[in-house]
Protein backbone atom coordinates (compact mmCIF):
# COMPACT_ATOMS: atom_id res chain seq x y z
CA UNK A 1 0.00 0.00 0.00
CA UNK A 2 1.51 3.51 -0.94
CA UNK A 3 2.08 5.75 2.49
CA UNK A 4 1.50 9.46 2.54
CA UNK A 5 2.36 11.44 -0.47
CA UNK A 6 3.81 14.55 -0.13
CA UNK A 7 4.77 17.09 -3.47
CA UNK A 8 7.17 18.47 -4.05
CA UNK A 9 9.90 16.48 -2.16
CA UNK A 10 11.86 20.24 -1.88
CA UNK A 11 11.07 23.52 -2.87
CA UNK A 12 13.50 26.59 -3.40
CA UNK A 13 11.91 29.82 -3.81
CA UNK A 14 12.53 33.83 -3.02
CA UNK A 15 11.21 35.46 0.05
CA UNK A 16 8.12 37.03 -0.69
CA UNK A 17 6.68 34.12 -3.08
CA UNK A 18 3.76 31.67 -2.68
CA UNK A 19 4.40 28.28 -2.04
CA UNK A 20 2.07 25.39 -1.80
CA UNK A 21 2.75 22.05 -0.30
CA UNK A 22 0.22 19.28 -1.20
CA UNK A 23 -0.11 16.00 1.11
CA UNK A 24 -1.90 12.70 -0.05
CA UNK A 25 -2.98 11.04 3.04
CA UNK A 26 -3.24 6.81 3.04
CA UNK A 27 -6.32 5.74 2.34
CA UNK A 28 -9.10 5.19 4.37
CA UNK A 29 -7.26 7.47 7.32
CA UNK A 30 -9.36 10.01 9.49
CA UNK A 31 -7.14 12.43 10.44
CA UNK A 32 -4.50 14.47 8.77
CA UNK A 33 -1.96 16.26 10.16
CA UNK A 34 0.67 19.21 8.96
CA UNK A 35 3.99 19.45 10.73
CA UNK A 36 6.81 21.94 10.39
CA UNK A 37 10.56 20.43 11.50
CA UNK A 38 13.52 23.13 12.25
CA UNK A 39 17.00 22.68 14.19
CA UNK A 40 15.56 25.12 16.87
CA UNK A 41 12.12 24.20 17.44
CA UNK A 42 12.39 20.52 16.26
CA UNK A 43 8.76 19.09 15.49
CA UNK A 44 6.32 21.34 15.78
CA UNK A 45 2.05 20.63 15.08
CA UNK A 46 0.72 23.07 12.63
CA UNK A 47 -2.96 21.95 11.99
CA UNK A 48 -5.27 18.62 11.88
CA UNK A 49 -8.01 17.87 10.43
CA UNK A 50 -10.55 15.34 10.92
CA UNK A 51 -13.04 14.25 8.29
CA UNK A 52 -11.81 16.99 6.11
CA UNK A 53 -12.58 19.68 9.08
CA UNK A 54 -9.72 21.57 10.30
CA UNK A 55 -10.24 20.76 13.93
CA UNK A 56 -7.26 22.67 16.07
CA UNK A 57 -5.25 25.52 14.05
CA UNK A 58 -3.46 26.95 17.22
CA UNK A 59 -0.10 25.68 15.60
CA UNK A 60 -0.42 27.52 12.61
CA UNK A 61 2.53 31.03 12.87
CA UNK A 62 0.39 33.46 11.81
CA UNK A 63 -1.85 34.81 8.92
CA UNK A 64 0.39 33.99 6.42
CA UNK A 65 -0.06 30.52 6.62
CA UNK A 66 -3.39 28.64 5.53
CA UNK A 67 -4.00 25.28 5.10
CA UNK A 68 -7.33 23.44 3.19
CA UNK A 69 -8.70 19.38 3.16
CA UNK A 70 -10.93 19.64 -0.30
CA UNK A 71 -11.58 15.98 0.17
CA UNK A 72 -10.32 12.79 2.04
CA UNK A 73 -7.41 12.52 -0.35
CA UNK A 74 -5.84 15.82 -0.69
CA UNK A 75 -4.59 18.65 1.25
CA UNK A 76 -2.58 21.90 0.97
CA UNK A 77 -0.76 23.93 3.25
CA UNK A 78 0.12 27.58 1.62
CA UNK A 79 2.65 30.42 2.54
CA UNK A 80 2.23 33.51 0.83
CA UNK A 81 4.09 35.49 0.71
CA UNK A 82 7.01 33.39 2.02
CA UNK A 83 10.07 34.45 4.09
CA UNK A 84 13.28 32.87 4.85
CA UNK A 85 12.21 31.69 8.51
CA UNK A 86 9.86 29.71 6.89
CA UNK A 87 12.70 27.71 5.72
CA UNK A 88 12.25 23.90 7.33
CA UNK A 89 10.76 20.45 6.56
CA UNK A 90 6.93 20.06 6.66
CA UNK A 91 5.55 16.90 7.45
CA UNK A 92 2.23 15.69 6.47
CA UNK A 93 1.01 12.83 8.71
CA UNK A 94 -2.60 10.48 8.65
CA UNK A 95 -3.95 8.64 11.12
CA UNK A 96 -6.65 5.69 10.83
CA UNK A 97 -9.85 6.74 14.09
CA UNK A 98 -9.37 3.39 15.35
CA UNK A 99 -5.76 3.65 16.43
CA UNK A 100 -4.23 5.09 19.13
CA UNK A 101 -2.62 8.40 18.10
CA UNK A 102 0.26 5.78 15.74
CA UNK A 103 0.68 8.69 13.34
CA UNK A 104 2.03 7.79 10.04
CA UNK A 105 4.19 10.39 8.00
CA UNK A 106 4.98 11.57 4.69
CA UNK A 107 8.74 11.65 3.44
CA UNK A 108 8.62 15.88 4.05
CA UNK A 109 8.75 18.53 1.48
CA UNK A 110 12.54 20.34 2.36
CA UNK A 111 11.62 24.28 2.41
CA UNK A 112 14.32 27.27 1.57
CA UNK A 113 13.48 30.43 1.18
CA UNK A 114 15.99 32.80 0.37
CA UNK B 1 9.95 26.45 27.75
CA UNK B 2 9.40 23.34 25.28
CA UNK B 3 6.15 20.59 26.97
CA UNK B 4 8.67 17.82 25.86
CA UNK B 5 12.46 18.32 27.45
CA UNK B 6 15.12 15.54 25.92
CA UNK B 7 18.62 15.31 26.51
CA UNK B 8 19.55 16.16 22.54
CA UNK B 9 22.66 13.89 22.84
CA UNK B 10 24.69 12.74 21.17
CA UNK B 11 25.32 9.27 22.67
CA UNK B 12 27.84 7.61 21.45
CA UNK B 13 27.82 3.74 22.25
CA UNK B 14 30.01 0.76 20.79
CA UNK B 15 27.34 -2.02 19.45
CA UNK B 16 26.37 -4.35 21.77
CA UNK B 17 26.42 -1.85 24.75
CA UNK B 18 23.36 -0.52 26.54
CA UNK B 19 21.91 2.94 26.63
CA UNK B 20 18.85 4.85 28.46
CA UNK B 21 17.05 7.53 27.14
CA UNK B 22 15.05 10.24 29.67
CA UNK B 23 12.40 12.56 28.67
CA UNK B 24 10.13 14.69 31.07
CA UNK B 25 6.76 16.82 30.04
CA UNK B 26 5.48 19.30 31.63
CA UNK B 27 1.66 19.03 30.76
CA UNK B 28 -0.05 16.62 33.53
CA UNK B 29 -3.14 16.25 31.91
CA UNK B 30 -1.05 14.25 29.15
CA UNK B 31 -2.59 11.40 28.33
CA UNK B 32 -0.82 9.05 25.57
CA UNK B 33 3.17 8.57 25.61
CA UNK B 34 5.08 7.07 22.69
CA UNK B 35 8.56 7.18 20.96
CA UNK B 36 9.19 7.43 17.79
CA UNK B 37 12.65 6.99 15.58
CA UNK B 38 13.69 9.09 13.02
CA UNK B 39 16.57 8.41 10.65
CA UNK B 40 18.99 11.15 9.12
CA UNK B 41 16.51 12.90 6.69
CA UNK B 42 13.93 10.41 7.00
CA UNK B 43 10.30 11.00 8.43
CA UNK B 44 9.49 9.91 12.14
CA UNK B 45 8.07 6.18 12.44
CA UNK B 46 6.72 5.19 15.48
CA UNK B 47 9.01 2.63 17.55
CA UNK B 48 6.37 1.72 20.58
CA UNK B 49 3.68 3.20 22.60
CA UNK B 50 4.67 3.66 26.44
CA UNK B 51 2.27 2.29 29.18
CA UNK B 52 2.11 3.22 32.91
CA UNK B 53 3.05 -0.57 33.90
CA UNK B 54 5.92 -0.57 31.49
CA UNK B 55 6.65 -2.70 28.27
CA UNK B 56 9.32 -4.62 26.25
CA UNK B 57 9.80 -5.25 22.64
CA UNK B 58 12.58 -7.25 21.84
CA UNK B 59 15.30 -4.86 23.34
CA UNK B 60 13.30 -2.11 23.76
CA UNK B 61 11.69 -1.33 27.10
CA UNK B 62 9.89 1.82 27.65
CA UNK B 63 8.76 3.01 30.99
CA UNK B 64 6.07 5.76 32.45
CA UNK B 65 6.68 7.19 35.94
CA UNK B 66 3.00 9.71 35.66
CA UNK B 67 3.69 11.24 38.89
CA UNK B 68 7.27 12.32 37.93
CA UNK B 69 6.24 13.25 34.23
CA UNK B 70 8.73 10.71 33.43
CA UNK B 71 9.45 9.03 30.70
CA UNK B 72 12.55 6.53 29.36
CA UNK B 73 13.86 4.10 26.43
CA UNK B 74 16.26 1.84 27.64
CA UNK B 75 18.03 0.16 24.29
CA UNK B 76 20.04 -2.77 25.11
CA UNK B 77 22.70 -4.91 23.09
CA UNK B 78 22.73 -1.71 20.72
CA UNK B 79 23.28 -2.90 16.94
CA UNK B 80 24.42 -0.11 14.22
CA UNK B 81 21.09 0.00 12.64
CA UNK B 82 19.55 1.74 15.91
CA UNK B 83 21.96 4.82 15.22
CA UNK B 84 18.67 7.44 14.56
CA UNK B 85 17.30 9.88 16.42
CA UNK B 86 14.75 9.09 19.45
CA UNK B 87 11.98 11.47 19.75
CA UNK B 88 9.88 11.50 22.60
CA UNK B 89 5.60 12.27 22.43
CA UNK B 90 3.55 13.17 24.63
CA UNK B 91 -0.57 13.33 23.54
CA UNK B 92 -3.61 15.22 24.56
CA UNK B 93 -6.15 13.39 22.36
CA UNK B 94 -5.02 13.23 18.57
CA UNK B 95 -2.61 16.17 19.28
CA UNK B 96 1.14 14.74 19.60
CA UNK B 97 3.88 17.12 21.02
CA UNK B 98 7.66 16.13 20.26
CA UNK B 99 10.34 16.69 21.98
CA UNK B 100 13.35 17.71 20.11
CA UNK B 101 15.16 14.18 19.86
CA UNK B 102 18.07 12.31 21.69
CA UNK B 103 20.71 11.22 19.18
CA UNK B 104 22.53 7.65 19.16
CA UNK B 105 25.11 6.72 17.35
CA UNK B 106 26.36 2.86 17.85
CA UNK B 107 29.99 2.55 16.59
CA UNK B 108 31.64 -1.13 15.96
Known amino acids: DAGVIQSPRHEVTEMGQEVTLRCKPISGHDYLFWYRQTMMRGLELLIYFNNNVPIDDSGMPEDRFSAKMPNASFSTLKIQPSEPRDSAVYFC????????????FGPGTRLTVL | RKEVEQDPGPFNVPEGATVAFNCTYSNSASQSFFWYRQDCRKEPKLLMSVYSSGNEDGRFTAQLNRASQYISLLIRDSKLSDSATYLC?????????FGKGTSLLVTP
Open chain 1, 93 to 104: ASSPASTTNEQF
Open chain 2, 89 to 97: VVARGYALN
